[in-house]
């Protein structure tokens, strides 16, 4: 089927990458075809919006609401093509209407169905959960139209259903509005979808594997926000393997992984660490790859939630990703001291691998201690920095953990041979020297966990 989904936002890009996955000739349709975001790749065609409509027989609008009407107009005659509304008219004054009645008023010779706008757009290219798969809703006066968008929204992975004609979008936005304050007002965190659930319960051991019928332990992995070098002016971001091979383990255990960063927002790899990139430093990476190359997965890195809008209590473990950026960034975060800080008072799991143990320079004990203070604990050597320094040619970092480590009295900062897989637990503190050592701090946190 020839799709045009109009809008290269957070919505439009996973829908367009997820329905071309399943085999649908996929166009985006963009105010400025042209004009990419620095580091975006496309994963389908992008033309003005009116030649992105031109040849298709559904289009899929997944633009901000407030947008919607002006575009529609300028779209014209619409051919009776199936129009899906992904949009939320969130803070818009709809004087009592639906969204989905505003955008059909808009749009001439369009059979609208109202869909796709009930869960998060990371989601969307993959939404199946651990419980079963988020619903689509699905409203619209013709109900061939909603038949077909069943059909596209069962490619993705949701379960399709008919809430009936157009009025009945008001279900679907009010299902939307329920994510939304589970997600940001209650902090669920956006790994969340809705869905049917049904009766009977099958029996247990028919119904749940082993791994399925475990309590799930969640863990949060912290990755610092996009930031530039003050050293080389470089932009700099986390280490990927030191975010994948971590997540690899921990959903192999059955847990739960959040992936959130202090700012919230897009978060990008070092260049180096990612294995696509000219230097072919992570050629071999191959996990990273995988993650990678998986829309859902790919996806997770796209919105991040902000750790404000997070409860870490409901968490068992922090894990907090290094690279680049963590050396400006989580080194001077009294958010992320905090975070880790009180999560080590409380009792939970606190892992920290690489260049983000800079937030181990400065996180402070309620009672004034370092965190570190009596702790054995590892990061990034000098022997990796002397190694990093010499690869490109200059110095890379402002300062070195090994030595703002060593300086510190009353704590003992140990390291092994140069990027060797290597990490320590003292009590509930995890710490991993670098790159190389991400899986096996999270086999450690996972071995404090109790599995
Ligand atoms: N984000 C979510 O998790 C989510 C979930 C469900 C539903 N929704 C709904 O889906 C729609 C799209 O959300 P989104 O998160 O994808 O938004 P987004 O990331 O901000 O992207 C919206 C896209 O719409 C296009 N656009 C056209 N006119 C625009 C304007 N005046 N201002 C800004 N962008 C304009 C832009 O693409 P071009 O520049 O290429 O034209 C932009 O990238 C919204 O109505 C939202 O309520 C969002």
Same mark, same amino acid.
């Given at each position: 089927?020839?799709?045009?989904?109009?809008?290269?936002?957070?919505?439009?890009?996973?829908?367009?990458?997820?329905?071309?996955?399943?085999?649908?000739?996929?166009?985006?349709?963009?105010?400025?075809?042209? $004009?990419?975001?620095? =580091?975006?790749?496309?994963?389908?065609?992008?033309?003005? +919006? /009116?030649?992105?409509?031109? #040849? $298709?027989?559904?289009?899929?609008?997944?633009?901000? !609401?407030?947008?919607?009407? @002006?575009?529609?107009? =300028? &779209?014209?005659?619409?051919?009776?093509?199936?129009?899906?509304? /992904?949009?939320?008219?969130?803070?818009?004054?709809?004087?009592?209407?639906?969204? /989905?009645?505003?955008?059909?008023?808009?749009?001439?010779?369009?059979?609208?169905? *109202?869909?796709?706008?009930?869960?998060?757009?990371?989601?969307?290219? %993959?939404?199946?959960?651990?419980?079963?798969? $988020?619903?689509?809703?699905?409203?619209?006066?013709?109900?061939?139209?909603? %038949?077909?968008?069943?059909?596209?929204?069962?490619?993705?992975?949701?379960?399709?259903?008919?809430?009936?004609?157009?009025?009945?979008?008001?279900?679907?936005?009010?299902?939307?509005?329920?994510?939304?304050?589970?997600? !940001?007002?209650?902090? +669920?965190?956006? %790994?969340?979808?809705?869905?049917?659930?049904?009766?009977?319960?099958?029996?247990?051991?028919?119904?749940?594997?082993?791994?399925?019928?475990?309590?799930?332990?969640?863990? &949060?992995?912290?990755?610092?926000?996009?930031?530039?070098?003050?050293?080389?002016?470089?932009?700099?971001?986390?280490?990927?393997?030191?975010?994948?091979?971590? +997540?690899?383990? !921990?959903?192999?255990? =059955?847990?739960?992984?959040?992936?959130?960063?202090?700012?919230?927002?897009?978060?990008?790899?070092?260049?180096?660490?990612?294995?696509?990139?000219?230097?072919? +430093?992570?050629?071999? #990476?191959?996990?990273?790859?995988?993650?990678?190359?998986?829309?859902?997965?790919?996806?997770?890195?796209?919105?991040?939630?902000?750790?404000?809008?997070?409860?870490?209590?409901?968490?068992?473990?922090? !894990?907090?990703?290094?690279?680049?950026?963590?050396?400006?960034?989580?080194?001077?975060?009294?958010?992320?001291?905090?975070?880790?800080?009180?999560?080590?008072?409380?009792?939970?799991?606190?892992?920290?691998?690489?260049?983000?143990?800079?937030?181990?320079? *400065?996180?402070?004990?309620?009672?004034? @201690?370092?965190?570190? *203070?009596?702790?054995?604990?590892?990061?990034?050597?000098?022997? @990796? @920095?002397?190694?990093?320094?010499?690869?490109?040619?200059?110095?890379?970092?402002?300062?070195?953990?090994?030595?703002?480590?060593?300086?510190?009295?009353?704590?003992?900062?140990?390291?092994?041979?140069?990027?060797?897989?290597?990490?320590?637990?003292? =009590?509930?503190?995890?710490?991993?020297?670098?790159?190389?050592?991400?899986?096996?701090?999270?086999?450690?946190?996972?071995?404090?966990?109790?599995?």
């Amino acid at each position: 089927m020839q799709i045009a989904v109009l809008g290269t936002g957070r919505v439009g890009s996973q829908l367009a990458r997820g329905l071309a996955a399943a085999g649908h000739r996929v166009v985006l349709g963009s105010r400025n075809p042209d $004009a990419r975001a620095p =580091g975006t790749e496309p994963v389908v065609p992008v033309r003005s +919006y /009116a030649d992105a409509v031109a #040849d $298709a027989e559904v289009v899929l609008l997944a633009v901000p !609401f407030a947008a919607a009407a @002006e575009l529609l107009v =300028g &779209l014209g005659d619409l051919g009776g093509r199936i129009l899906i509304d /992904a949009t939320n008219p969130i803070g818009v004054d709809t004087a009592g209407r639906t969204g /989905a009645d505003l955008v059909a008023a808009a749009a001439t010779n369009a059979r609208v169905v *109202k869909a796709f706008n009930t869960i998060g757009a990371e989601h969307m290219a %993959d939404a199946r959960f651990a419980g079963g798969a $988020a619903f689509a809703l699905l409203a619209g006066d013709d109900e061939a139209a909603r %038949d077909v968008v069943g059909g596209l929204a069962e490619a993705l992975g949701f379960e399709p259903v008919h809430l009936g004609d157009l009025a009945t979008a008001r279900h679907a936005e009010a299902a939307a509005r329920l994510w939304i304050h589970l997600v !940001f007002a209650r902090g +669920y965190g956006r %790994d969340i979808g809705v869905g049917l659930l049904r009766r009977p319960i099958p029996p247990l051991s028919t119904a749940r594997s082993t791994k399925e019928s475990q309590v799930s332990k969640k863990i &949060l992995i912290v990755a610092s926000n996009p930031t530039v070098s003050a050293q080389t002016g470089w932009p700099v971001g986390f280490w990927l393997s030191e975010l994948t091979h971590p +997540y690899a383990e !921990f959903v192999q255990a =059955g847990y739960e992984v959040t992936i959130v960063s202090p700012d919230g927002g897009p978060i990008r790899p070092d260049d180096y660490s990612d294995p696509r990139h000219e230097s072919g +430093y992570s050629a071999d #990476d191959i996990l990273s790859l995988g993650f990678l190359s998986s829309p859902r997965h790919a996806g997770l890195l796209v919105d991040t939630v902000a750790l404000s809008q997070v409860d870490p209590s409901g968490y068992d473990a922090v !894990f907090l990703v290094g690279g680049q950026a963590p050396m400006f960034t989580f080194h001077n975060d009294e958010r992320v001291h905090r975070l880790i800080a009180d999560a080590h008072q409380q009792g939970k799991v606190v892992a920290v691998v690489c260049h983000a143990t800079a937030a181990l320079l *400065k996180a402070r004990t309620p009672d004034g @201690e370092l965190l570190v *203070k009596d702790k054995t604990w590892t990061g990034f050597a000098n022997s @990796e @920095e002397d190694a990093a320094d010499a690869a490109v040619g200059r110095k890379l970092q402002p300062f070195r953990i090994e030595d703002e480590a060593r300086a510190i009295t009353g704590t003992n900062f140990i390291v092994q041979r140069a990027f060797r897989p290597h990490a320590v637990r003292d =009590g509930n503190l995890i710490t991993g020297q670098q790159q190389n050592s991400g899986a096996a701090a999270a086999r450690l946190v996972i071995e404090a966990l109790g599995h």
